[in-house]
Nanobody, 123 residues
Framework: QVLLVESGGGLVQAGGSLRLSCAASGRTSSSYVMGWFRQAPGKEREFVAAIRWSDSNTYYADSVKGRFTISSDNPKNTLYLQMNSLKPEDTAVYYC????????????????WGQGTQVTVSS
């Protein structure tokens, strides 16, 4: 069992920055992939970014490449998402997720999920 708790969401103006954190506890392993997904009102949950814990390989959705950076602090079991140059279309609830061996961009392939943190970007 893995518990994931997101934090760091809030209200920011377009062009601003936020850093999200996801603290993991429980029986995580070095083979886990951890990712960020987001869901805007009326839309399906979509992949944002992911990182493989063991080797730090990263993956990004095209919509956030060059603006968002995913990283991990392995000793602290903490995942981060640095979000720069935020746009109103980035407004969503952001979720962190983890799985031993997911299909990286597929929402349903992740076994563990946090409760989400709201990010609102004003025009």
């Amino acid at each position: 069992q893995v518990l994931l708790v997101e934090s760091g969401g809030g209200l920011v103006q377009a062009g601003g920055s936020l850093r999200l954190s996801c603290a993991a506890s429980g029986r995580t392993s070095s083979s886990y992939v951890m990712g960020w997904f987001r869901q805007a009102p009326g839309k399906e949950r979509e992949f944002v970014a992911a990182i493989r814990w063991s080797d730090s390989n990263t993956y990004y959705a095209d919509s956030v490449k060059g603006r968002f950076t995913i990283s991990s602090d392995n000793p602290k079991n903490t995942l981060y998402l640095q979000m720069n140059s935020l746009k109103p279309e980035d407004t969503a609830v952001y979720y962190c997720a983890a799985d031993p061996r997911p299909r990286v961009v597929i929402t349903s392939s992740y076994a563990y999920w946090g409760q989400g943190t709201q990010v609102t970007v004003s025009s």
